[in-house]
């Protein structure tokens, strides 16, 4: 009996030692708290500190998903221009399946109505989508090869659906009679944010020579 | 600017020059278009408030005749005479044999100047 209530005594001494030292628990005792688990963000920075080339890796992964998924809207204006560019452009000997696959991809890059302003023709006028489609196909079979490259783009946007770009067009290619083309000019583009897409909604070619 | 300059070629600009000083008759600037990758050769010909006019293909500026030594080919350009607005210089490229209808030329203001050609 002495020996017996020594034992429950010692079992006693234990358990009340292990409740008392709250402040450094054993590994043991970390294992059996599973109703507070630890925090997401400590987590992370142990993985990143284990692992911190994976870590970088994957934030770049990341930040280059986002920008492709989610592009920025100068990004989008920017694409626009590059979409005319390449309808509008034309390799020598261009197949009759590829002038027309062009010629359907013209139509849905102009709003409604687009305003076209070149001061030194005296033209100011608005052209109908369709009209501007029609020009643009009878404009390139003139040519047997046509590049029309945008740089130096400045894009501002002075209210969130309305995209004003100031940029210099190059337009350079040889006639079919034999001419060669090469003009480049200023140029002012208005474009239209409708139903989520940019629109061309208007053309100024700026007298950088005035005669 | 042909032959002086060959059409698309890359050239090398001092812009110093365009801060200092303004530009003078005969030379070589370069015009700013709507940013810096892409720029306009010209050679000035006349200046602000002078008045320019080309008859049978010479030059004349304020009625008396120009030599224009850097004009090599021959040249039958005919422009009515025009005062040159203040702020601006009058720009003509080198090529003169081709038709004055297809060359591109006119008063640039003297903002859109940044510099010369280095060479």
């Known amino acids: 009996m002495v020996k017996k209530e020594s034992q429950e005594q010692t079992r006693g001494s234990i358990q009340t030692s292990g409740h008392g030292n709250l402040s450094r628990p054993t590994s043991g005792q970390i294992g059996q708290r599973g109703r507070t688990p630890p925090r997401p963000g400590l987590l992370l920075l142990a993985a990143v500190k284990k692992h911190p080339v994976i870590a970088v890796l994957v934030f770049i992964l990341s930040v280059l998903a986002v920008l492709t998924l989610f592009p920025s809207e100068e990004k ?42 070149i ?93 | 600017m042909e032959p002086t300059y060959h059409n698309g070629s890359i050239n090398f600009c001092c812009t110093l020059s365009a801060l200092f000083s303004k530009p003078q008759r005969h030379d070589v600037v370069a015009v700013r278009l709507a940013g810096h990758r892409v720029m306009l050769l010209k050679r000035v010909v006349a200046l602000e408030g002078e008045r320019i006019e080309f008859r049978y293909g010479k030059l004349l500026v304020d009625g008396n005749t120009i030599e224009e030594l850097y004009v090599r080919y021959p040249c039958d350009w005919n422009l009515s005479p025009r005062q040159v607005e203040q702020g601006s210089v009058y720009v003509v490229g080198d090529n003169r044999s081709m038709p004055i209808g297809d060359h591109y030329f006119g008063q640039a203001s003297i903002k859109r100047i940044v510099g010369v050609p280095l060479w």
């Open chain 1, 119 to 211: 001061p030194a023709d005296s033209v100011s006028a608005f052209f109908s989508r369709g009209e501007i489609t029609s020009y643009v196909i009878r404009g390139r079979t003139q040519f047997s090869d046509l590049s029309l490259t945008f740089v130096d783009l400045s894009i501002t946007f002075p209210d969130p659906g309305t995209a004003k770009v100031v940029l210099t067009a190059k337009l350079k290619g040889n006639v079919v009679n034999g001419d060669r083309m090469d003009e480049t000019r200023e140029v002012k583009s208005t474009l239209k944010k409708i139903k989520r897409k940019w629109l061309f909604a208007g053309f100024e070619v700026v007298e950088v020579l005035k005669k």
């Open chain 1, 76 to 117: 989008k204006v920017r694409k626009q221009f590059k979409a005319l560019s390449n309808v509008v452009s034309k390799e020598p000997r261009e197949s009759v399946f590829t002038t027309a696959r062009k010629a359907k991809e013209i139509v849905p890059l102009f709003d409604e109505n687009c305003e076209l302003v």
